[in-house]
């Protein structure tokens, strides 16, 4: 988990809320699955559906992102907005050794439909989000064009986000995010010390996997609350880092998830002191892929997917519209040298 300096606190703690609750509705269903996503990815795309929802429809999305009720749409943009320029970079002449760390939003609408002028306004300004007029009838065309982008900004890491048959001459719109990070430890493993190791999962079973082997001083914390240890390995040039939890327990981990629905990792961070620490961590590549319907109606999302939905301030006119699925994909890589992520979501 990657983590940054302060941002807009109205909506960290949304986004921090947010994160814990879908990852354990996704822990649910997915109980023996390695499980990685991207939080901001999800809750972007529906933040943009919620700039265009009115009624419960917005009530609901408001509920489930978990934010602040006191938040008009135009403030909530603004936040958001703060949260683009402040941590995602998009400078191509950075330097080499700087984390990349970029997020794109895009709003792919039926070419027979016009989008609204203030939701386009908020969305183009806030979310930077272009509005792409598409021939959906053109199913086979329209998805290549779709995941082209997404693979595109995403440094080829995510690719065929979408199936042929997702649109048809019907579809009135696609919103779509992506988002890419690669950065290098600011102290990097030996990649002559990486051997295999037995790893144990949370079904109790163990595996042999490769593990990286290192000896820093990093920040480190004991966690009686979350019954936990935890380390923060920094990257290089960056005020980013990843965030690794340990359950105490060999068969804690299904606990831990459970806590961590009601633990600010903000507060987690600021209780963790710099420590010697002999380090042993997997070196793994995972792709994760789901449909996150089921999900997010867990989280009282509910209304969006059903006749009853009104985004009727998404569009200047036409029939009502719902959402049919929300999809997500990711990729995370953890080596020696550091790590690199990507994800994208639809719907």
């Not at 109980?31 to 429809?57: D, I, M, R, W």
């Not at 760390?101 to 939701?119: D, G």
């Not at 459970?258 to 995972?286: C, H, S, W, Y």
């Not at 006749?307 to 699925?325: C, H, I, K, M, N």
């Amino acid at each position: 988990m990657a983590t940054a300096g302060t941002i807009a606190p109205s909506l960290a703690a949304s986004r921090n809320l947010f994160a814990a609750d879908i990852f354990q509705a996704l822990a649910q269903t997915r109980a023996q699955q390695n499980v990685v996503f991207s939080p901001a990815s999800v809750q972007s795309c529906l933040a943009l559906a919620f700039l265009g929802a009115e009624g419960e429809t917005a009530q609901q999305l408001r509920s489930g992102l978990r934010l602040p009720a006191v938040l008009d749409k135009p403030s909530i943009a603004a936040d958001y907005a703060a949260f683009l320029q402040k941590n995602f970079h998009k400078s191509a002449n950075a330097a080499e050794d700087t984390p990349k760390l970029r997020m794109a939003n895009r709003v792919y609408v039926n070419e027979s439909l016009e989008l609204s002028a203030k939701f386009n306004e908020l969305a183009k300004i806030s979310f930077e989000s272009e509005a792409v007029p598409t021939k959906f009838a053109d199913a086979s065309n329209a998805v290549q064009t779709i995941n082209t982008w997404v693979e595109h900004e995403t440094e080829g890491k995510i690719m065929n986000l979408l199936q042929p048959d997702a649109v048809n001459a019907e579809t009135s719109a696609i919103l779509v995010n992506a988002i890419y990070f690669k950065a290098k430890w600011l102290h990097p493993f030996s990649a002559f010390s990486t051997s295999d190791h037995e790893f144990r999962m949370s079904d109790g079973q163990t595996s042999t996997v490769p593990m990286m082997y290192g000896d820093e001083r990093v920040k480190y914390g004991e966690l009686a609350d979350l019954d936990a240890k935890a380390i923060e390995l920094p990257y290089k040039n960056s005020d980013l880092s990843m965030l690794v939890l340990l359950p105490n327990k060999v068969d804690g981990l299904a606990a831990l998830e459970q806590k961590l629905t009601n633990a600010d990792l903000n507060l987690v961070v600021e209780r963790m002191r710099g420590a010697d620490v002999d380090i042993i961590l997997p070196k793994f590549r995972i792709e994760f892929e789901v449909d996150l319907k089921q999900p997010l109606q867990q989280l009282g999302m509910v209304n969006m997917f059903s006749g009853s939905a009104d985004f009727s301030s998404l569009f200047a006119s036409g029939p009502q519209q719902r959402v049919d699925d929300v999809k997500h994909k990711a990729f995370l890589d953890v080596n020696e040298a550091g790590s690199e992520a990507a994800a994208a979501t639809c719907e």
